[in-house]
Every structure is written in structure tokens, then in C-alpha cells.
């Protein structure tokens, strides 16, 4: 029993030993090669343009005096809290734009839910065969890079089709695919052949009409049944453009009124967040 005691100690005594050591040795590993003096320019240089790839911010850091690898660029991008993602797409606005905006807004800023709800939006989008900048992935081997069933058809001036809809907390109205440019002329036969049918379908005769030529750009809620629509065509692939046509028709025709009636619930919102941004784009 005393034997076993005095083992203990002597075992506790090497542990507490090893620790003393192992506290007071230095850290191992390499020594981290850029300073803190390096990192604050190159957090100037990333914050300077956001929009940079990882071989131009390494190219400016290096003129600036810092010689590194793109991994280590890359690792300090990292710990500074910034990741490379897809930018919301905004349009660019002048600032007579912003102030027209901005007053559109303040003139709706007391609207009701209801009164949103006689509003009928209308807006047109494009469509392109290819979606996206990055395209689909492909899962390959080793050596197949050359595989025809691995590669993608590269299309300089992708196929597209230009498309006009309208919506309501109703729902949403028929499609129009409008061929060539919009005009005074093919506007009005929009507006004649889709738009009343839309209202007299979504309405009756007690309605708004709000133009997509209008400031209710801001409100973007027609906007946000296109992405609806695009992000259902990134399945659906379609080869020829027929195949893009009854896609957008079925993608459109699956918006459920529920969907519009919660876009259409957010209005208030929207112009409030117009109104903060003092007619700058918002997250909506």
C-alpha cells in the first residue's frame, strides 16, 4: 500500500514536471512570415476594390513590400473575416434617379397592405439559355478533362427571349414574349392584349396599374418573382429556345397567389427601407 502511494507521488511529481517544461518552452511551428503592419495594407488594398481576384490583391501586396504566395493571401483575406462570394446584382442609379425614388416612396410611405393590394405591378425580364456567370459544375476524373460528355458548348451571344408579366396579391397574369425592341406602338398592344386581361382576370375593373417604367422600381416585388422563376430554369435546362418558352410558362404558371400576396405584404417594408436608404438599392 505504501509502495503504491509513493508511486503515485512520484508520477504526479514527473506530470507537473512535464508541464512546467512544456509552459515554458516557446511555441513551435513556422513563424508567421507577414507582420501586422503588412496585413493592415493589405486589408486597404482588399477594401479599396472589392471586386478584385486573389492574383491581383497577392500582385498589390507585393509592390507594396510584402512577398508572398496566394495561399497565404488567401489565408489572410480569410482571418481578416472577408469570403469570396456571387454580388447581389443592383442597378446603378444617378441621383436623379435616387430622388425620384425616394419621392415615390415618401408619397406611399402611409400606404396599408390593402391599398397595396389593388396595385397591379408589371415589369419585363430576359432570359438566356446559359444562366448564370459560372454555369453548371461537372463531377470528372483524372484524365477525363477532354471527355465530349464532360465538356460544356461555349455560346458567345447566348440565345434569349424577352419577357413582360404582371402580378398582383391575387396572383399572376398571363406571359407575353415581346420580339425585337419595346416601342410606343408594341407597347401598347402589351398593355392591350396582356395587361387588361391580367386586371380583368386578377381585378375586375378596381385596380392601380403600376408600370415598369415608373419609380416602383424600388419595390422591386416583380423582381423577386423572376428570380423565383430563373432559379426553377437552373433545373430545368432547356436546350432550344421552345424549351426555354414553356419553361418560364410553367415556372410562372407554379407562383402560387400566396407567394404574391406575401410579396405584396412586404410593400410597407420595402418603402420604409427606400426611405432609410434615402433612395439609394436596398436588400429588397
Not at 102 to 118: I, N, P, R
Not at 126 to 136: L, T
Not at 235 to 251: C, H, M, Q, V, Y
Request: glycine fraction near 6%; aromatic fraction near 8%.
Amino acid at each position: 500500500m505504501g509502495k503504491t502511494a509513493d508511486l503515485t507521488a512520484v508520477q504526479k511529481a514527473i506530470i507537473d514536471t512535464l508541464k512546467q517544461e512544456v509552459c515554458g518552452r516557446k511555441k513551435c511551428g513556422r513563424k508567421r512570415c507577414t507582420t501586422r503592419r503588412g496585413d493592415r495594407t493589405l486589408r486597404k488594398i482588399v477594401e479599396k476594390d472589392r471586386f478584385q481576384t486573389l492574383g491581383d490583391l497577392r500582385k498589390q501586396w507585393t509592390e507594396s513590400g510584402v512577398e508572398t504566395s496566394r495561399a497565404t493571401v488567401y489565408r489572410r483575406v480569410q482571418e481578416m473575416g472577408y469570403r469570396c462570394r456571387i454580388p447581389q446584382v443592383k442597378p446603378l442609379l444617378n441621383q436623379k434617379q435616387r430622388q425620384k425614388r425616394l419621392t415615390w416612396a415618401t408619397e406611399k410611405q402611409h400606404w396599408t397592405v390593402a391599398q397595396w393590394s389593388k396595385v397591379l405591378f408589371s415589369d419585363e425580364s430576359k432570359f438566356c439559355m446559359s444562366f448564370g456567370n459560372q454555369g453548371a459544375r461537372v463531377w470528372r476524373k483524372t484524365g477525363e478533362r477532354e471527355m465530349p460528355k464532360c465538356l460544356k458548348s461555349s455560346v458567345k451571344y447566348p440565345q434569349s427571349v424577352m419577357v413582360w408579366g404582371a402580378m398582383s396579391a391575387a396572383g399572376v397574369g398571363p406571359l407575353c414574349f415581346i420580339k425585337g425592341r419595346v416601342n410606343a406602338a408594341s407597347y401598347q398592344e402589351i398593355l392591350e392584349h396582356f395587361m387588361l386581361p391580367s386586371a380583368e382576370k386578377l381585378y375586375g375593373d378596381d385596380f392601380i396599374f403600376q408600370h415598369d417604367l415608373a419609380p416602383a422600381h424600388s419595390a422591386k416585388t416583380t423582381e423577386n418573382l423572376w428570380d423565383i422563376v430563373k432559379r426553377k430554369l437552373r433545373d430545368a435546362r432547356p436546350n432550344t429556345l421552345d424549351e426555354l418558352k414553356a419553361a418560364i410558362e410553367a415556372s410562372w404558371a407554379s407562383i402560387t397567389p400566396q407567394q404574391c400576396h406575401r410579396l405584396i405584404a412586404s410593400m410597407p417594408r420595402r418603402i420604409e427601407a427606400v426611405i432609410s436608404a434615402k433612395g439609394f438599392p436596398t436588400k429588397y
